[in-house]
């Protein structure tokens, strides 16, 4: 395992599960972010990404209902966890300190 | 709708199979939701398609399942190991892709044509039941085959013969309807028997199957036609006028299926004809008529043996009328509904297709499959060289050669099935184009029943193109590569060569077909039809009688436009289509009279100006000569030799008719193709008309600088003078153009897939080469130092593939010959096969393969050999 390292999409699914627990499950996450980026997301990035989630321990998952457009098969609910709110934080932490930077170099210029 | 509610089962069988159960659930229902989507969104085909794309997008390291480690593991490695092969050889992976993809699209393509061609009139559940009953006609002179027959045939036939459960007839009329204050010309209107719907199993949408035809004075209207007239309005109920006779809407209808021989806009009773032409004794007629007569037979009927019958019973009537005496007869044959679109070449017929272009499709999609397999063929055993060691290797590691064949296919699976969905988005691609071309407006590409035919052609063609390098690869001796005295190069070369020999033959073959193809195009378009064409408008208004009324002012105001040169009135509307025969006495050369079945055209003084004809002996009719009307006729010079006179003007002053409707020959015509290159010239009669009341159309000859402008000035001029009939012109030539619309059609479809298999084999060509010429790289090296300029070493390379061009060329001849003939016999008029043809192709084919080889060669022949010879 490639350590507990958040990539570019993997953090924006992640944060789309923490903003939209009652819909945090694939389809709807994967057209949330086809919504908010603007750009096509397909389906199994989105859930190839979840699983490694997952696997990384940044997420819990359980099977939440079923609905008849879904041929009455229930969904995976996907919950982010205590690490992985940690590592989101720590991705926050680091741009924010990034960003600080930039701020404090255009006002030296100007 | 009902089918297209659930996704395809395969690709759901599919995700079953693979995915690991505690993903399943969830993975699934995914699918369904994306689906359930789309379909409610209304589309039905992106859902089909998408849900199979998930299904195999999903398909990945993380959601499969293993189930037995040992024989899955084993393939989970083949795959791997394929996969990274696949990755090495870009060059041959992107040659094999592409070559094999375009090549099944192409055979994709054909496969959904000669699937509609091949599948009319299956919708009917009596289908096998129902015939057609045509004829041979025999008179003294001649003897021809036509759909139509009596109309008595229909009315009587299922009474007489206790084997035919049902006949119906179908009769073709194009009539005004006159709807919502409104006037349309329909050409699509069928008059059918009151049991039509009863035969065949056209959808009724609403009325009543067995009623909505029983009172003459209804019609059932198809959807299109009903939206046309009523909007969005429920039409049953409705009415609306034909010729003055006023009838209720009593049913509506699906349009009927593309690969529907009959074809119909509205069916309406055949008895308005009682009314409609006067026609009272519609049922007892026994000889003529237009009328296509259609039988329901009862289970085991012998339909020759029938067809014997009724020629002998029908025999009998028609000679108590006389028909025996004049040397008349029908022979009656019944005909198959479903074989008549193909195997049914009749006069007076709907159009049909073709079963010898059928074929020639079928040979060209073999043709191409093939040449895309023995690409792939070709390539991978060019590549065996490089992969010896590799199968030495793995033997010395205790691989079996099982496991390497194994291995082999697995690979070829792999692109094979790559290959396929290249091929299946090329066709998405290309469809709506297709469709134009080929004129059919439904394809359905994925259907379960198609998904099925492309699984067993990936395995087919894994097998076919995949079989033989595996088993040849794997068939090297491990002690031969580890000692390293596998000898290079001339391994399977005849192989090689003896498959290159095939691809050569088929580009050429395909090369000369081309050729001929644009010949005779270019002869259809350049014949001398025997008539002026150009500037020729023919508007056409079906007779009716306000038009008649006003035939002198309508002359007169359209002769005065300034463009016009002539204007004349005619009984049928040029190009005929179907010119109508009757039959008549003739004097032959000795003097006898004789009765013969003759083409009659009913024309006015000005025809032969209007479409130019070419008097070649005595007259035209004319104004000065008012008997000209009862007792004058003009024929064309194909009578002369038909009735043996001695020439043309031997035929002036010949007797047509009997008392007291005698006429005489007043003038020949040189001959003029009135339908077409399809059909024969045949002997033909013109004859005045007596009266106004025959024309239905009016011939425009005008000076066409300004095509729009006259036909603006016609258009105002008709509305001016007779506003209740619609103005229905059209220019002569693009007429008769359309009906070689086939042939274009024909022809471009066959280009485009000769391109593209002749790119294919260019494709296989450059691999080969790229192959060869890496083998012999030092070689060439070494040559080099020695003295050897680029020129030699191209030249060195290039003779490798010559004399195969030339073997290619001996066997491609015949086979392009006998290919042609077949393709040329279509034709009534057509071009002679031009022998020069084979060395056209034979010198394209040359410069191809030269062009090709030298692109690797030259790169090669440049190296500095230092290079190559240096890691000796």
């Not at chain 2, 049902?166 to 006037?183: C, D, I, K, L, P």
């Not at chain 2, 025999?315 to 009328?321: D, V």
């Not at chain 2, 010239?681 to 009341?693: G, H, K």
């Not at chain 2, 042609?820 to 034979?842: G, N, P, Q, R």
């Amino acid at each position: 395992m490639k350590g507990t390292n958040l990539g570019e999409f993997e953090e924006l699914v992640l944060l789309i599960v923490v903003a939209k627990p009652d819909d945090a499950y694939s389809v709807a996450i994967a057209k949330e972010l086809e919504r908010i980026t603007g750009r096509k997301v397909v389906h199994s990035v989105v859930h190839a990404s979840l699983s490694r989630l997952l696997k990384k321990g940044l997420v819990d998952s359980k099977m939440g209902e079923a609905t008849a457009e879904r041929g009455g098969r229930r969904k995976r609910m996907y919950s982010i966890s205590a690490a992985g709110r940690k590592a989101l934080e720590l991705a926050k932490s680091h741009r924010d300190m990034l960003w600080a930077m930039i701020n404090e170099q255009s006002v030296a210029k100007t | 709708m009902k089918e297209s509610a659930n996704p395809p089962k395969w690709a759901n069988r599919f995700l079953e199979w693979y995915c690991k159960p505690e993903l399943l659930e969830d993975l699934q229902g995914a699918f369904y939701e994306y689906y359930h989507e789309r379909i409610t969104a209304g589309f039905y085909n992106k859902a089909k398609w998408m849900f199979i794309l998930d299904v195999f997008m999903h398909f990945r390291p993380y959601t499969i399942n293993i189930k037995s480690q040992n024989s899955n593991t084993m393939l989970l490695g083949h795959f791997k190991v394929s996969f990274r092969n696949i990755r090495k050889q870009k060059l041959s992976t992107i040659l094999n892709t592409v070559g094999l993809g375009s090549g099944l699209a192409c055979f994709i393509l054909i496969f959904l044509w000669v699937n509609k061609e091949l599948n009319y009139d299956t919708f009917h559940e009596k289908g096998d039941r129902i015939y057609r009953i045509s004829n041979t006609f025999k008179s003294e002179s001649e003897s021809f085959s036509q759909a139509p027959s009596g109309p008595a045939l229909g009315a009587q036939l299922d009474d007489i013969f206790s084997e035919i459960e049902e006949s119906a007839r179908v009769g073709h009329t194009s009539e005004r309807v006159f709807v919502n204050n409104e006037y349309f010309f329909e050409s699509g209107l069928r008059l059918v028997d009151h049991n039509f719907l009863r035969i065949f199993d056209f959808k009724l949408l609403a009325g009543n199957r067995n009623t909505a035809l029983n009172d003459p004075q209804s019609i059932i209207l198809t959807e299109s036609l009903a939206k046309k007239y009523f909007g969005d309005k429920n039409p049953i109920g409705e009415s609306l006028e034909i010729d003055g006779i006023e009838l209720t809407v009593t049913g509506l209808m699906e349009v009927p299926p593309e690969t529907s021989q009959i074809q119909f806009e509205a069916l309406i009773p055949l008895m308005i004809v009682k009314q409609l032409w006067d026609f009272e004794s519609i049922d007892e007629e026994w000889g003529g008529g237009s009328f296509l007569t259609y039988l329901l037979l009862s289970e085991g009927t012998d339909p020759d043996q029938l067809g014997h019958d009724i020629t002998a019973f029908i025999g009998e009537k028609l000679a108590l009328e006389g028909w025996a005496e004049r040397g008349m007869s029908y022979e009656y044959f019944l005909q198959p509904l479903k074989s008549i679109h193909l195997n049914s070449n009749l006069r007076y017929d709907t159009p049909n297709g073709d079963m010898r272009i059928v074929l020639i499709f079928i040979a060209v999609a073999i043709v191409i499959l093939l040449l895309a397999c023995i690409n792939y063929v070709n390539l991978a055993t060019a590549n065996a060289i490089n992969r010896s060691k590799e199968v030495g290797i793995r033997k010395v590691i205790g691989a079996e050669r099982r496991q390497l064949v194994l291995q082999y296919l697995v690979e070829s699976f792999l692109i094979v099935s790559i290959s396929v969905i290249i091929a299946i988005s090329l066709v998405g691609l290309v469809l709506p184009s297709f469709q134009e071309i080929t004129g059919y407006e439904h394809f359905e590409l994925l259907t379960i029943r198609n998904l099925i035919y492309f699984l067993s052609l990936i395995v087919l063609l894994t097998i076919m193109a995949g079989l033989l390098p595996a088993l040849l690869i794997s068939k090297v001796a491990a002690i031969k590569v580890i000692k390293g005295n596998l000898k290079s190069g001339s391994q399977y070369s005849l192989l090689r060569k003896a498959l290159v020999v095939t691809q050569f033959t088929a580009t050429v073959v395909l090369l000369i077909s081309i050729l001929v193809m644009n010949d005779q195009i270019a002869f259809i378009e350049n014949k001398d039809l025997g008539m002026k064409t150009d500037g020729v408008i023919n508007i056409d208004f079906h007779g009716h009688d306000e038009v008649r009324d006003q035939v002198d002012v309508l002359r007169q105001r359209v002769s005065q436009l300034p463009q016009v040169n002539h204007a004349s009135f005619a009984y049928n509307s040029y190009p005929v289509f179907g010119v109508s025969n009757s039959t008549t006495d003739v004097e032959t050369g000795d003097g006898t009279m004789i009765t013969s079945s003759i083409y009659t055209l009913r024309v006015d003084q000005d025809f032969s100006n209007a479409l130019g004809l070419e008097l070649i002996a005595g007259r035209f009719f004319s104004r000065d000569f008012p008997s000209d009307t009862t007792e004058s006729i003009v024929i064309n010079e194909a009578c002369i030799q038909n009735f043996g006179w001695k020439d043309v003007e031997d035929a002036i002053g010949k007797k047509f008719g009997r008392e007291p409707y005698l006429r005489k020959v007043i003038g020949v015509v040189r001959d003029f193709n009135i339908e077409g290159l399809y059909k024969k010239i045949e002997p033909v009669r013109i004859l005045p008309v007596s009266n106004d009341y025959y024309y239905t159309s009016l011939i425009v000859n005008a000076d066409l600088s300004n095509p729009k402008a006259v036909y603006d000035q016609l258009e105002s001029v008709w509305k001016e003078i007779i506003p209740a009939v619609p103005f229905d012109a059209s220019f002569m030539n693009e007429d008769l153009k359309n009906q070689y619309t086939i042939v274009y059609n024909f022809q471009s479809i066959f280009m485009v897939f000769s391109v593209i298999s002749i790119v294919i084999g260019c494709l296989g060509l450059f691999g080969l080469a790229t192959a060869n010429t890496n083998r012999r790289i030092r070689e060439v090296g070494i040559r080099k130092v020695l003295g050897a300029s680029v020129y030699e070493i191209l030249t060195m390379i290039n003779k490798d593939f010559l004399y195969l061009i030339i073997i290619s060329g001996i066997v491609a001849s015949p086979v392009a010959y006998l290919l042609m003939e077949e393709w040329l016999d279509i034709f009534t008029y057509h071009v002679s096969f031009d022998w020069f043809f084979i060395l056209y192709a034979l010198l394209g084919a040359l410069i191809l393969t030269i062009i090709t080889v030298s692109i690797k060669a030259y790169k090669t022949a440049l190296a500095n050999p230092a290079h190559v010879l240096k890691d000796e």
